[in-house]
């Protein structure tokens, strides 16, 4: 520090360079770090279009795939539908033949759904599940011992675990047992619905 202070005596003009100098150094540095500044900016700019140019690309190639997802599956299927139609410009008349036909089509048809994990949901004497079960209608007698699926209108399916149609099904269920204290059909007061009993004839010469 002396030494300096020694120096700049010894020669004034450096003494007033100095504080140019530092000026020069600084506003260099400036540029420095704008120029920096202006490739960090470049390369954030590049960066948003390139993450764009991903995002429109894995639209595109999603939207791709979806509409072409089941193309294996329905090629497949053309088959089904080429049996059908051998089917339907058979002879008629022969009904025995019609129907094997048919009947071999359904057992491929359900064999290539097994094949890809799909299985019919068999509910008869089942317990009722919400799950996999669509109550239609309901029946009560004394006769069954538990709710349970005694009919099935519509029939439902698995795709492996997944219950991809509900069935859909009549359910049985024991009779409640009438309450002590309800009234007789056809009593004042008896639920609703109920059917009261045909009067009596008065007796044969009884005074009105």
């Not at 795939?65 to 090629?75: C, G, P």
């Not at 049985?172 to 002590?180: H, I």
Request: glycine share 4%; aromatic share 6%.
């Amino acid at each position: 520090m002396d030494d300096k202070i020694k120096e700049e005596k010894e020669d004034p003009a450096k003494a007033k360079e100095d504080p140019i100098v530092d000026l020069m150094v600084a506003k260099q540095e400036i540029e420095e770090m704008e120029s920096r500044l202006r490739d960090y900016e470049d390369i954030a700019k590049r960066s948003r279009a390139e993450a764009e140019n991903m995002r429109k690309r894995f639209e595109k190639e999603k939207s791709e795939f979806l509409k072409y997802a089941n193309k294996r599956l329905i090629v497949q299927m053309l088959d089904f539908l080429d049996d059908f139609e051998r089917a339907l410009k058979a002879d008629m008349k022969d009904v025995k033949h019609f129907h094997d036909g048919v009947s071999m089509i359904h057992k491929r048809l359900i064999g290539f759904l097994e094949g890809h994990g799909v299985k019919e949901i068999d509910p008869i004497n089942a317990e009722f599940d919400p799950n996999v079960h669509e109550a239609i209608s309901l029946e009560e007698a004394d006769s069954y011992d538990r709710e349970k699926v005694i009919e099935v209108y519509q029939k439902g399916y698995k795709m492996y675990d997944d219950v991809i149609r509900t069935s859909k099904v009549r359910i049985g269920r024991p009779k409640a047992p009438a309450a002590e204290n309800d009234p007789p059909a056809g009593a004042p007061g008896a639920a609703a619905g109920t059917i009261a009993a045909p009067a009596q004839p008065a007796a044969e010469g009884q005074s009105n």
